[in-house]
Each structure stands twice: as C-alpha cells, then as structure tokens.
T-cell receptor
Framework: DSGVTQTPKHLITATGQRVTLRCSPR?????VYWYQQSLDQGLQFLIQYYNGEERAKGNILERFSAQQFPDLHSELNLSSLELGDSALYFC?????????????FGEGSRLTVL | AQSVAQPEDQVNVAEGNPLTVKCTYSVSGNPYLFWYVQYPNRGLQFLLK??????LVKGSYGFEAEFNKSQTSFHLKKPSALVSDSALYFC????????????FGSGTQLTVLP
C-alpha cells in the first residue's frame, strides 16, 4: 500500500460529460502529480501541485483542470469528454517539490468514455 | 528534451534464469534514473534509482541496475528470475538540478515462465 488513495476506481461516462477524480496523497507529502496512462500514449505527465500551488504542467488538455486543496488532497476535472480520454489516471505524491524521483502512486482511476 | 527508450515491449525468461530489461535515455546534463514496476490493476511502485555515485544500484526484490554513462543506458537486472517478477517495468529519467518532471519509457512486459 503506497498510502496514496484515489477515487473512484472505475468510472464509465458518456462523451461530452464532465467527471472529477480525487486523490489523497501520502500523509505528509506536499506534492501531488497527475499522470494519464493509455495504450497509445504510454504514461504521460499532466500536472503537478505543491502545497496548493501549481508547479509544473505537462501534456494537459485545456479541457482538463486540477487543483490542490488546503488539506492537500487534489482533484482532476475532465470536461467535454471524448472517446480518446478513456485511460487510467494516476495520482502520485512526494514529499518535496524538487523530488529525486521516488513517487508514490495510487492505484488509479480507470475512466471509460462511451 | 529528455527521453527514454525501452526497446523491448516484451521479455520472456525462464524461472531461475537471469533477466535483463533494457533502457536507454537522453537528457541534458546529468541524469536521475529510475525503475518502476506495475503489477496488474495496480499503481506503479518504485524499484530503484540512480542519482550519483556507484554505477551499480541495488533495489527492492533483488533487482539491480547498472548506469553506463558512455552508452546512456540503465538496464535492470536480476540474477535469478521468479514467476512473481512478471509485471510491467518502466524506466524513467529526469535531469538533475531541474524541476522538470519524470519522463517514462513505454514499458516492458516481463513474463517469467515456470
């Protein structure tokens, strides 16, 4: 158990809809990262938050947004969903902002867009 | 730009035999290198990392990896494979001293045959 909790584990929705994925980092970790894993794109970094502030942005679509709350949990919002957004979305956490790479991953939220 | 190549999508090895999962990288400056493992329906788990120092790094579950700067490689090895080692393995890189995020390879599916 990594200590990172993600909900929901599975989500099925329709095109055009909006969903919110939730992540609770390991106790004491201030950084939260979101990754998307799909068969054709592999594991892609989306965005990082550190102690409530956005720190780094990767290949995140404009239809997607995220935030980190004062209690350090994070939410990834996906809107105007398309079939291609179907993927496994991982949250990871680490203690610092300039991490040495040891990320702790949750078990992911599997999104299916029909 | 940083990149990671895992040239083999699939590696099969017999139980008890040594295993190698290959990784080459491209990064500006000195690299931080990592291996993660993903079991079915689970998040990624950290295995080992190279930051600096000894080129041979030992990690969890008997795995080790050798950093070779001249060949820009960081191959994962284990002297004697177990059936339970069967999983998806990811190599990742980040430039040292940078806030840039981890870049993951495409993954190698390791199957250890009984």
């Amino acid at each position: 158990d990594s200590g990172v909790t993600q909900t929901p584990k599975h989500l099925i929705t329709a095109t055009g809809q909006r969903v919110t994925l939730r992540c609770s980092p390991r106790s004491g970790d201030l950084s939260v990262y979101w990754y998307q894993q799909s068969l054709d794109q592999g594991l892609q970094f989306l965005i990082q938050y550190y102690n409530g502030e956005e720190r780094a942005k990767g290949n995140i679509l404009e239809r997607f947004s995220a935030q980190q709350f004062p209690d350090l949990h994070s939410e990834l919002n996906l809107s105007s969903l398309e079939l291609g957004d179907s993927a496994l979305y991982f949250c990871a956490s680490s203690a610092g902002v300039l991490n040495t790479g040891e990320l702790f991953f949750g078990e992911g939220s599997r999104l299916t867009v029909l | 730009a940083q990149s990671v190549a895992q040239p083999e999508d699939q590696v099969n090895v017999a139980e008890g035999n040594p295993l190698t999962v290959k990784c080459t990288y491209s990064v500006s400056g000195n690299p931080y290198l990592f291996w993660y493992v993903q079991y079915p329906n689970r998040g990624l788990q950290f295995l080992l990392k190279y930051i600096t120092g000894d080129n041979l790094v030992k990690g969890s579950y008997g795995f080790e990896a050798e950093f070779n700067k001249s060949q820009t490689s960081f191959h994962l090895k284990k002297p004697s494979a177990l059936v339970s080692d069967s999983a998806l393995y990811f190599c990742a890189v980040r430039p040292s001293g940078s806030a840039r995020q981890l870049t993951f390879g495409s993954g190698t599916q390791l199957t250890v045959l009984p």
